[in-house]
Antibody
Framework: EVQLVESGGGLVKPGSSLKLSCVASGFTFSSYGMHWIRQAPKKGLEWIALIYYDSSNKYYADSVKGRFTISRDNSKNTLYLEMNSLRSEDTAMYYC?????WGQGVMVTVSS | DIQMTQSPSSLPASLGERVTISCRASQGISNNLNWYQQKPDGTIKPLIYYTSNLQSGVPSRFSGSGSGTDYSLTISSLEPEDFAMYYCQQDASFPFTFGSGTKLEIK
């Protein structure tokens, strides 16, 4: 059974950093591109980043480019999202996803 | 960026009814259009990929169609578990973008 389990969220102050993790199981992690998508409270979905299966290519939404970094460790079946210079508008539920599956999400709140 | 315009934003419907949700892209997306269902607890389930292909385990009452800039999701006969939010998404070009969502509600 495919499982994607996010962790690392929490309450942080504006300007601070946070690193999210997504542990994958039930499929060959190293064969799939992986995404991060977020949803601000009571808002729609926003795609924010994609990393290829072998980390050879990474793509970002303009709203996070230069502040967020997507990475992966295929030996640990884990996807990461390093978030720097956090702003109040980054407050959202963050989901990791692969083709056909999404995790349950992890909440990030940026507030002073 | 490609803008995705989804309609209607709210859709009251009854059990057993056939409903259609539309999604229009601001430019052609060559069938690179996906549909997702979100339940009130936040759980997101992929339904359809590449316009008309059902994800594994998705009931056959769901179907997708379209081409060019215009796409649609149809549910042939509504079941109680179908009342949820639905989103379209294009993955033809970066950044991938979502529609604003359709809330399918019980009439």
């Amino acid at each position: 059974e495919v499982q994607l389990v996010e962790s690392g969220g929490g309450l942080v102050k504006p300007g601070s950093s946070l690193k999210l993790s997504c542990v994958a199981s039930g499929f060959t992690f190293s064969s799939y591109g992986m995404h991060w998508i977020r949803q601000a409270p009571k808002k729609g979905l926003e795609w924010i980043a994609l990393i290829y299966y072998d980390s050879s290519n990474k793509y970002y939404a303009d709203s996070v480019k230069g502040r967020f970094t997507i990475s992966r460790d295929n030996s640990k079946n884990t996807l990461y999202l390093e978030m720097n210079s956090l702003r109040s508008e980054d407050t959202a539920m963050y989901y990791c996803a692969k083709e056909g599956y999404w995790g349950q999400g992890v909440m990030v709140t940026v507030s002073s | 960026d490609i803008q995705m315009t989804q309609s209607p934003s709210s859709l009251p419907a009854s059990l057993g009814e056939r409903v259609t949700i539309s999604c229009r892209a601001s430019q052609g997306i060559s069938n690179n259009l996906n549909w997702y269902q979100q339940k009130p607890d936040g759980t997101i389930k992929p339904l359809i990929y590449y316009t008309s292909n059902l994800q594994s385990g998705v009931p056959s009452r769901f179907s997708g169609s379209g081409s060019g800039t215009d796409y649609s999701l149809t549910i042939s006969s509504l079941e109680p578990e179908d009342f949820a939010m639905y989103y379209c998404q294009q993955d033809a070009s970066f950044p991938f973008t979502f529609g604003s969502g359709t809330k399918l509600e019980i009439k």
